[in-house]
């Protein structure tokens, strides 16, 4: 059983920084990889960034480049996002995810690649 739970969420003025944490259990996540999302009131879920199971690999979405940092620690079973310079359009809940299959990395930019989700951190950015 794969839960993931997020850390670190929560009020910042626009040009401040967060870093958000996600920790697995119930798998090791040497062989998987993890993507976040994020969802604003009244959007679809978007794709924020992804790494891949050996973190050789990122991807980020255009409005991100920069600014986030996704990273890994698998000792710790755990993956993070580094937010800099924040805005308010980068208001939303993020959500950490990860797929079922080993060494997967088809359709990361997209909800459907993955199969657990973590509850969701809350991220509000004032102006």
């Known amino acids: 059983h794969v839960q993931l739970v997020e850390f670190g969420g929560g009020l910042v003025q626009a040009g401040g920084s967060l870093r958000l944490s996600c920790a697995a259990s119930?798998?090791?996540?040497?062989?998987?990889?993890l993507g976040w999302f994020r969802q604003a009131p009244g959007k679809e879920r978007e794709f924020v960034a992804a790494?891949?199971?050996?973190?050789?690999?990122?991807y980020y979405e255009d409005s991100v480049k920069g600014r986030f940092t996704i990273s890994r620690e698998n000792a710790k079973n755990t993956v993070y996002l580094q937010m800099n310079s924040l805005k308010p359009e980068d208001t939303a809940v993020y959500y950490c995810?990860?797929?079922?299959?080993?060494?997967?990395?088809?359709?990361?930019?997209?909800?459907?690649?993955?199969?657990?989700w973590g509850q969701g951190t809350r991220v509000t950015v004032s102006s």
């Open positions: 119930g798998r090791t996540l040497s062989s998987y990889g």
């Open positions: 790494i891949s199971w050996s973190g050789g690999v990122t």
């Open positions: 995810a990860t797929p079922e299959d080993e060494y997967y990395t088809g359709r990361y930019y997209s909800p459907e690649g993955y199969d657990y």
